[in-house]
């Protein structure tokens, strides 16, 4: 039985260790100054190096040459290399992960080294273990005999036990650049005398996502699936990908809105055979290249692609806005799970296609201002309307008032698309200037606006704006509990900056307490009551509670207040 490729050129020194120099030149100081730790934690994603990383150590502490190690031709090194090594331990935690199995371990570690200067355990998948494994682990972990060495490894650091990665020397393994990924591919290839194209090699180490097991594995796979020349076409057909070239075509009937033109090149690639999975990853990772140079431009980081592609997604990122990019990756990035589990095969592809293509809705058009209503000689009734509980509903107990559910509030028109307030008051004024009635015309969004939260927006529904002194709005207050809570400094500034931004000008704001306009401040409601009701919907704590908590009334009983 042949030996498979990412078996056979396991990294046998330090120097074969591909994109780990962090961690290799850190090894190499240590055990050239004999400062060898008790236990090593190694981390990170798959096929990066952790497994191969801790048996060149292990062969490094008990390599017998003092010049070089591991120099990999003493016993102990070819006793590891070969398999045979009794003193070097192996244990898979994910099929191994009883307290049971490690009370083993802990029973055999203060056995004296048969052969070797160090007794080596390798743990591998370690986060595997149960939490009673774990704990007895610890102990035997934080204090293991002079001649044991502890190395665990896992691709899920963040299940280990916080107390156990206290007790280790810890190790992040990084993902292995594409640029790395295909030079070592160019040399396995060329001692396995294999002929490769260039552009296969490139689209190997893509799919591997920075894995190097994962790209020799592919490799492996297409030494029998080729012939003379392994080709990006063969790597095409075997793994049902598309290529760069094909999903560009796609983005770019996603950026121009053609959905006919997407539903057809996903019908003929279907036709070809292609995993809907397989193109839906490959898609979400070209747009994220997109996104990412959309919004950094040329500061972009993270994007190991070719000249050529890159001056290729400069352009389709300067033809789409950040919103319809942002929508589309969304859209196509949730789609995994589905394509996974369900049986409608491309559907849900062309369903976020059709959707990512379709016209965007037109934004709805301010409400036209109410005319005033004339006056009549019906009583005043209370500033904030208040409804009640229908009879047929359920009764609820009196002293219970319930939080109203929020308002539905509108969209404030977006600032480019809609002209400032104080554009449309520059007939017969200075540009820029705004009037109390411009004042009172915004108020009401103020109150709607997102950008300040409901417990302010509740506030400030207690007071009204009653003149301007230049570019500062007088708001006057009827409770003192109210002003205080706005004169807030953080407070003031949200504050401000809303009214700003609604003004379409700077603007500050001054807080009174008490009817500084000079209009006559009507009588107490509780002096003119005619009913229980209206003496309660009167009382001045009554009211303040409904506009902080945004509050409704749902029934009164009990008499005067």
Same mark, same amino acid.
């Given at each position: 039985?042949?030996?498979?490729?990412?078996?056979?050129?396991?990294?046998?020194?330090?120097?074969?260790?591909?994109?780990?120099?962090?961690?290799? $030149?850190?090894?190499?100081?240590?055990?050239?100054?004999?400062?060898?730790?008790?236990?090593?934690?190694?981390?990170?994603?798959?096929?990066?190096?952790?497994?191969?990383?801790?048996?060149?150590?292990?062969?490094?502490?008990?390599?017998?040459?003092?010049? %070089?190690?591991?120099?990999?031709?003493?016993?102990?090194?070819?006793?590891?290399?070969?398999?045979?090594? &009794?003193?070097?331990?192996?244990?898979?935690?994910?099929?191994?992960?009883?307290?049971?199995?490690?009370?083993?371990?802990?029973?055999?570690?203060?056995?004296?080294?048969?052969?070797?200067?160090?007794?080596v355990y390798?743990?591998?998948?370690?986060?595997?273990?149960?939490?009673?494994?774990?704990?007895?682990?610890?102990?035997?972990?934080?204090? !293991?005999?002079?001649?044991?060495?502890?190395?665990?490894?896992?691709?899920?650091?963040?299940? =280990?036990?916080?107390?156990?990665?206290?007790?280790?020397?810890?190790?992040?393994?990084?993902?292995?650049?594409?640029?790395?990924?295909?030079r070592r591919?160019?040399?396995?290839?060329?001692?396995?005398?294999?002929?490769?194209?260039?552009?296969?090699?490139?689209?190997?180490?893509r799919?591997?996502?920075?894995?190097?097991?994962?790209a020799?594995?592919l490799?492996?796979?297409?030494?029998?699936?080729?012939?003379?020349?392994?080709?990006?076409?063969?790597?095409?057909?075997?793994?049902?990908?598309?290529?760069?070239?094909?999903?560009?075509?796609?983005v770019?009937?996603?950026?121009?809105?053609?959905?006919?033109?997407?539903?057809?090149?996903?019908?003929?690639w279907?036709?070809?055979?292609?995993?809907?999975?397989?193109?839906?990853? %490959? &898609?979400?990772?070209?747009?994220?290249?997109?996104?990412?140079?959309?919004?950094?431009?040329?500061?972009? #980081?993270?994007?190991?692609?070719t000249?050529?592609?890159?001056?290729?997604?400069?352009?389709?990122?300067?033809?789409?806005?950040?919103?319809?990019? &942002?929508?589309? #990756?969304?859209?196509?990035?949730?789609?995994?799970?589905?394509? $996974? #589990?369900?049986?409608?095969?491309?559907?849900?592809?062309?369903?976020?296609?059709?959707?990512?293509?379709?016209?965007?809705?037109?934004?709805?058009? !301010?409400?036209?201002?109410?005319?005033?209503?004339?006056?009549?000689?019906?009583?005043?009734?209370?500033?904030?309307?208040?409804?009640?509980?229908?009879?047929?509903?359920?009764?609820?107990?009196?002293?219970?008032?319930?939080?109203?559910?929020p308002?539905?509030?509108?969209?404030?028109?977006?600032?480019?698309?809609?002209?400032?307030?104080?554009?449309?008051?520059?007939?017969?004024?200075?540009?820029?200037?705004?009037?109390?009635?411009?004042?009172l015309?915004?108020?009401?969004?103020?109150?709607?606006?997102?950008?300040?939260?409901?417990?302010?927006?509740?506030?400030?529904?207690?007071?009204? !704006?009653?003149?301007?002194?230049?570019?500062? =709005?007088?708001?006057?207050?009827?409770?003192?509990?109210?002003?205080?809570?706005?004169?807030?400094?953080?407070?003031?500034?949200?504050?401000?900056?809303?009214?700003?931004?609604?003004?379409?000008?700077?603007?500050?704001? $001054?807080?009174? &307490?008490?009817?500084?306009?000079?209009?006559?401040?009507?009588?107490?409601? $509780?002096?003119?009551?005619?009913?229980?009701?209206?003496?309660?919907?009167?009382?001045?704590?009554?009211?303040?509670a409904?506009?902080?908590?945004?509050?409704?009334?749902?029934?009164?009983?009990?008499?005067?207040?």
């Open positions: 039985m042949s030996q498979s490729l990412y078996r056979k050129y396991r990294s046998q020194t330090f120097d074969e260790l591909v994109g780990q120099e962090h961690i290799t $030149r850190t090894l190499r100081n240590a055990i050239a100054a004999g400062r060898i730790a008790h236990a090593y934690l190694f981390c990170g994603p798959r096929g990066t190096g952790k497994t191969s990383t801790a048996r060149l150590l292990a062969k490094s502490v008990n390599c017998l040459n003092e010049v %070089e190690r591991p120099c990999n031709e003493c016993l102990a090194c070819r006793a590891i290399n070969e398999g045979r090594a &009794l003193d070097l331990i192996e244990i898979d935690a994910a099929s191994r992960r009883k307290v049971e199995d490690i009370a083993e371990v802990i029973e055999r570690v203060n056995f004296a080294p048969a052969e070797l200067r160090y007794k390798i743990i591998d998948e370690v986060h595997m273990l149960t939490a009673h494994a774990f704990n007895a682990l610890l102990k035997t972990l934080e204090e !293991p005999p002079e001649h044991a060495i502890f190395i665990l490894a896992t691709t899920e650091v963040w299940k =280990v036990l916080p107390t156990i990665i206290s007790r280790c020397q810890r190790f992040d393994f990084r993902r292995i650049p594409t640029s790395e990924v295909v591919l160019e040399t396995v290839a060329g001692e396995e005398g294999l002929r490769v194209q260039p552009q296969a090699l490139a689209a190997i180490a799919l591997s996502t920075g894995s190097l097991r994962d020799l594995g490799l492996d796979q297409l030494t029998v699936y080729g012939e003379d020349e392994i080709t990006l076409e063969q790597l095409q057909t075997l793994l049902g990908t598309v290529g760069s070239q094909r999903v560009a075509q796609f770019d009937a996603l950026i121009d809105r053609d959905a006919p033109a997407g539903l057809a090149r996903l019908n003929t279907a036709q070809e055979g292609m995993d809907p999975r397989q193109f839906t990853q %490959e &898609l979400v990772e070209y747009l994220r290249s997109v996104m990412l140079l959309k919004v950094s431009g040329d500061k972009a #980081t993270g994007l190991d692609l000249h050529e592609a890159l001056e290729s997604m400069r352009a389709q990122a300067a033809r789409v806005t950040l919103h319809h990019l &942002l929508d589309v #990756t969304e859209k196509f990035s949730t789609l995994d799970y589905t394509l $996974r #589990t369900g049986p409608y095969g491309y559907l849900p592809l062309e369903l976020a296609l059709v959707a990512s293509t379709a016209e965007p809705a037109a934004q709805p058009q !301010p409400a036209q201002q109410r005319p005033p209503v004339a006056a009549s000689s019906a009583p005043a009734r209370p500033e904030r309307a208040r409804s009640y509980q229908p009879a047929d509903r359920p009764r609820v107990p009196a002293s219970r008032v319930e939080a109203a559910a308002p539905v509030l509108e969209e404030a028109p977006h600032p480019a698309e809609t002209p400032s307030l104080a554009a449309h008051h520059r007939n017969g004024r200075p540009e820029g200037s705004v009037d109390l009635d411009g004042v015309q915004v108020w009401p969004r103020l109150l709607n606006s997102t950008q300040i939260n409901k417990m302010t927006q509740a506030l400030l529904r207690g007071c009204k !704006p009653v003149k301007l002194e230049g570019s500062k =709005v007088v708001l006057d207050f009827q409770y003192e509990f109210h002003k205080a809570k706005i004169e807030d400094p953080a407070t003031v500034a949200t504050v401000e900056q809303a009214l700003s931004r609604l003004l379409g000008q700077p603007a500050t704001i $001054r807080c009174t &307490l008490g009817a500084e306009d000079g209009s006559p401040q009507p009588a107490p409601a $509780r002096a003119t009551a005619t009913s229980s009701g209206d003496s309660v919907l009167s009382e001045p704590r009554v009211k303040a409904q506009d902080i908590f945004n509050g409704k009334i749902i029934e009164i009983n009990g008499g005067e207040a």
